[in-house]
């Protein structure tokens, strides 16, 4: 099929830096929306994609599932949306549409699900690439509508960062009178914060260092609970009905267990890899508590988040940056030195 050339921001291999380069995407079919894309959030994934650390990366990459645009043609299919539209695309861009996950709104527990970079465009018969590009090619039915008036760089993290806190916080049913606890403070914790909070739960900061005390806070957080002291944590004990764990690195779930309340929910969103030190069941028997794993969230679902956070005027906390300082955000990004998320303005890859 036909095919347009956009410049992109992508890698070579796991060991080089992130450069630009140019890549074919597909001329508008029946049911797709073009964008231009205008802001990018950079996510954990996109490093670890870039670099391989999956062991499933094809070459080359180009990274972003967090994007936001605007329209600039449509498909004669099209119903949704218009070109001039403020839309948005998280991680996903196809899948089967036919099985029970897809049938139910959950495209992301889809077995065929196409992710928005290191996927596989059927049409192209080659990997999809992300939104560290001028522009992108999506299947309507995977486009969302921003609501007007939001900060749109803010925005963008709210596809990825925010869906993947809004989805357990609306499975497990979060509303005023929850008891909400967030283990870390970064790209996802601070968005479980601020979205915990405008549910109207009890929200606590579960945080390693007392330095960050005032900006939970200033977040959505009634407490902070210090993990590091032994004293607080039995404190904590037993009072949370819901924890949502964005940590992304491997650690101790124990210490959080012992702080759900009967039938609590502990649901991992930030890790993904083996537990070590193994889950004592114990206080789980004892108690019906749960551990649980979340995987961002549906069509619908995120449609729904961007409208609360609409209503809500929720954003992500941001800093814009420039698509050539894009290695140096990596670098950055794994020491945590980011609040709370690095999001590329793309017209400096048109200039």
């Known amino acids: 099929m036909d095919t347009?050339?956009?410049?992109a921001f992508g890698t070579q291999s796991a060991?080089?830096?992130?450069?630009?380069?140019?890549?074919?995407?597909?001329?508008?079919?029946?049911?797709?929306?073009?964008?231009?894309?205008?802001?990018?959030?950079?996510?954990?994934?996109?490093?670890?994609?870039?670099?391989?650390d999956w062991g499933m990366t094809q070459y080359p990459v180009v990274p972003g599932h967090e994007i936001v645009g605007k329209v600039t043609q449509v498909g004669s299919g099209v119903t949704k949306h218009q070109v001039g539209d403020i839309v948005a695309v998280g991680c996903?861009?196809?899948?089967?549409?036919?099985?029970?996950?897809?049938?139910?709104?959950?495209?992301q527990y889809c077995p065929e699900w196409v992710g928005t970079y290191g996927g596989f465009d059927k049409h192209l018969n080659s990997p999809t690439h992300g939104g560290y590009s001028e522009k992108i090619v999506v299947d309507e039915g995977f486009v969302l509508r921003v609501p007007k008036g939001l900060d749109l760089?803010?925005?963008?993290?709210?596809?990825?960062?925010?869906?993947?806190t809004w989805s357990p916080l609306r499975h497990w049913k979060v509303s005023k009178g929850s008891k909400v606890a967030v283990v870390g403070l970064g790209g996802l914790g601070h968005m479980a914060l601020k979205l915990a909070s405008a549910l109207g739960a009890e929200v606590?900061?579960?945080?390693?260092?007392?330095?960050?005390?005032?900006?939970?806070?200033?977040?959505?957080?009634?407490?902070?609970v210090i993990s590091t002291d032994d004293a607080q944590m039995q404190k904590a004990a037993g009072q949370f009905d819901l924890i949502i764990d964005t940590v992304p690195y491997e650690h101790d779930l124990n210490p959080y267990v012992a702080t759900l309340a009967t039938n609590g929910t502990l649901v991992v969103v930030g890790y993904?890899?083996?537990?070590?030190?193994?889950?004592?069941?114990?206080?789980?028997?004892?108690?019906?508590?749960?551990?649980?794993?979340?995987?961002?969230?549906?069509?619908?679902?995120?449609?729904?988040?961007?409208?609360?956070?609409?209503?809500?005027?929720?954003?992500?906390?941001?800093?814009?940056?420039?698509?050539?300082?894009?290695?140096?955000a990596y670098e950055r990004m794994?020491?945590?030195?980011?609040?709370?998320r690095f999001v590329i303005d793309m017209k400096s890859l048109k200039d």
Request: aromatic share 4%; charged share 25%; hydrophobic share 40%.
């Open 334 to 340: 794994l020491k945590s030195d980011v609040k709370y």
């Open 15 to 52: 060991e080089a830096n992130l450069e630009q380069m140019q890549i074919d995407r597909r001329t508008v079919l029946e049911k797709d929306v073009e964008i231009d894309i205008m802001y990018c959030g950079v996510c954990h994934s996109d490093l670890h994609f870039a670099r391989n």
């Open 204 to 224: 606590t900061l579960f945080s390693r260092s007392t330095n960050k005390m005032d900006d939970a806070k200033a977040l959505g957080a009634d407490h902070v």
């Open 4 to 7: 347009i050339a956009v410049k």
């Open 153 to 164: 760089a803010g925005i963008a993290p709210v596809l990825c960062a925010g869906i993947t």
């Open 92 to 107: 996903l861009v196809d899948s089967c549409r036919s099985c029970n996950s897809c049938q139910n709104d959950e495209e």
């Open 272 to 328: 993904l890899g083996p537990l070590d030190p193994m889950l004592v069941t114990v206080p789980m028997i004892m108690g019906r508590k749960s551990v649980a794993g979340s995987l961002i969230g549906g069509i619908a679902e995120t449609q729904e988040l961007l409208d609360f956070c609409g209503k809500h005027n929720i954003t992500s906390d941001v800093e814009v940056i420039n698509i050539q300082e894009i290695n140096t």
